[in-house]
């Protein structure tokens, strides 16, 4: 077992003696640790800044002072932030206004992380533009998707604000100086704010993610504050008490006993987009060709407890046993809901309910399910936290993040390129080029 500050995470049924045959032995954990020490050196330098990277985002003052500077003037001047984005540009903020805005916040702050065109027009129905801030995120500078979701939305913009205050209700971050985002941007007069140079997936404790946190009314001090933790953590050189290495370790030998699927099972709803930004995080970090042409990888896959007891259960346990678990669970639910009347209490079914809270009943299925995924082998994990806050979520981010790289680190593979997507993005504009009114799927 291992903790950040407040993150608790006990692995104990990732082992032979939770789950037999199907677990690790220690002795195995303990004798990957040469292998990291590479990853150990540059832990360090990244930790001082030797080179642009994630785990060094915690450290620089500057974003979070761009974080104020900007957040500030949008919650003064505005009701409303729609953000525009895919991936990584956009599920690290929605991650953390999910996570930790309230209902008001999920209604203020907007997310369009798609192009379909029914899904834009349902979000932004009744937006007035008027009392609107327009934020588009591209590292690049050239996303197809959120080009073309500006641009559809400016025209909009431009008859309710008129062409030349369309500038003051639009704000792009972008790396590329001179790609197409911050073109268009410009020829507005609108300002431009720099992308810090980390893949958009590792960008969430960035401006990236932190300002529509801000805008949101969320605590990003204590975000970043709580992935600083976690970053000092994981510079600990033994591995069985760094919560990255050990994590990631034990995911990898499990993953070459042909457990190669991941699944994150919160018990709770406000931490299911953290499944959504992990997929893209695991998947696009790890899928990937090594030195000697293997296809590498790990299958990243979210379920929501309880929900998911009933559609997913079954093949956990007795599908194949390809699949290693991780659930979250926040102590703060157990005190959480309405207590269940006993009036109905001679049915049957009923009695077992009677007197408890909603929150009393989510932590037994949470329980339940632990426990039978135990006994029929299945290697699992719980990650839990006292209270879902700002200083927890940072922890689990960095964990989470870290844990990628120690996993790329055993395969063999770069964790932050991405080569394989870039012929699906020739393709589309190959194939848009050829639509002249008339589409043959």
């Known amino acids: 077992m291992t903790s950040g500050?407040?993150?608790?995470?006990d692995d104990t049924n990732f082992f032979t003696e939770a789950v037999g045959d199907h677990g690790l032995e220690q002795s195995d954990l303990e004798a990957l640790s040469p292998r990291l020490d590479g990853l150990r050196e540059r832990l360090k330098g990244w930790r001082q800044g030797s080179e642009p990277t994630f785990f060094h985002l915690p450290f620089e003052p500057d974003h979070l002072q761009t974080v104020y500077e900007w957040g500030q003037r949008i919650t003064a001047g505005f009701?409303?932030?729609?953000?525009?984005?895919?991936g990584g540009s956009s599920l690290g903020g929605e991650m953390l206004v999910q996570c930790l805005g309230g209902s008001e916040a999920l209604s203020n702050v907007l997310f369009i992380d798609n192009v379909d065109p029914v899904g834009i027009e349902e979000t932004l129905q009744g937006v007035a533009w008027d009392d609107t801030m327009v934020l588009a995120i591209?590292?690049?500078?050239?996303?197809?998707?959120?080009?073309?979701?500006?641009?559809?939305?400016?025209?909009?913009?431009?008859?309710?604000?008129?062409?030349?205050?369309?500038?003051?209700?639009?704000?792009?971050?972008?790396?590329?100086?001179?790609?197409?985002?911050a073109r268009v941007a410009r020829s507005f007069q609108a300002p431009v704010l720099p992308h810090p140079p980390v893949g958009g997936r590792y960008s969430v404790l960035s401006p990236v993610g932190l300002l529509p946190a801000y805008a949101a009314g969320i605590d990003v001090e204590a975000v970043v504050a709580g992935a600083a933790h976690m970053a000092?953590?994981?510079?600990?050189?033994?591995?069985?008490?760094?919560?990255?290495?050990?994590?990631?370790?034990?995911?990898?030998?499990?993953?070459?006993?042909?457990?190669?699927?991941?699944?994150?099972?919160?018990?709770?709803?406000?931490l299911n987009k953290v499944g959504s930004?992990?997929?893209?995080?695991?998947?696009?970090?790890?899928?990937?060709?090594?030195?000697?042409?293997?296809?590498?990888?790990?299958?990243?896959?979210?379920?929501?407890?309880?929900?998911?007891?009933?559609s997913q259960l079954q093949l956990y346990l007795q599908g194949p046993a390809d699949k290693t678990f991780t659930l979250f669970i926040a102590d703060?639910?157990?005190?959480?809901?309405?207590?269940?009347?006993?009036?109905?209490?001679?049915?049957?079914?009923?009695?077992?309910?009677?007197?408890?809270?909603?929150?009393?009943?989510?932590?037994?299925?949470?329980?339940?399910?632990?426990e039978t995924l135990t006994r029929n082998g299945r290697p699992n994990r719980t990650i839990r936290m006292p209270a879902l806050d700002g200083s927890v979520l940072g922890e689990l981010i960095m964990l989470l993040e870290v844990e990628t790289v120690v996993v790329a680190e055993l395969l063999g593979v770069d964790p932050?390129?991405?080569?394989?997507?870039?012929?699906?993005?020739?393709?589309?504009?190959?194939?848009?080029?050829?639509?002249?009114g008339r589409i043959n799927l």
């Open 5 to 9: 500050n407040r993150l608790i995470i």
């Open 79 to 86: 009701q409303r932030l729609v953000v525009l984005g895919m």
């Open 138 to 181: 591209s590292k690049s500078g050239n996303t197809a998707e959120t080009l073309a979701q500006l641009l559809t939305l400016l025209p909009h913009m431009e008859r309710a604000l008129g062409a030349r205050v369309v500038r003051d209700h639009l704000l792009a971050i972008t790396e590329d100086e001179d790609g197409a985002l």
């Open 232 to 270: 000092e953590k994981c510079l600990e050189a033994d591995i069985t008490t760094n919560p990255a290495l050990r994590g990631g370790g034990a995911q990898y030998l499990l993953a070459e006993q042909g457990k190669s699927q991941t699944i994150l099972m919160p018990y709770f709803e406000r």
């Open 277 to 310: 930004w992990f997929r893209q995080l695991w998947a696009e970090s790890l899928g990937k060709l090594d030195a000697e042409g293997r296809h590498r990888g790990l299958t990243p896959a979210r379920a929501l407890g309880a929900t998911d007891q009933h």
């Open 332 to 370: 703060e639910m157990v005190y959480c809901g309405d207590r269940i009347p006993a009036r109905f209490k001679e049915v049957g079914a009923v009695a077992s309910l009677a007197g408890h809270s909603l929150g009393e009943l989510l932590a037994a299925e949470f329980m339940a399910t632990r």
């Open 416 to 436: 932050f390129d991405q080569p394989a997507v870039e012929e699906s993005k020739v393709l589309t504009r190959e194939y848009l080029a050829q639509m002249e």
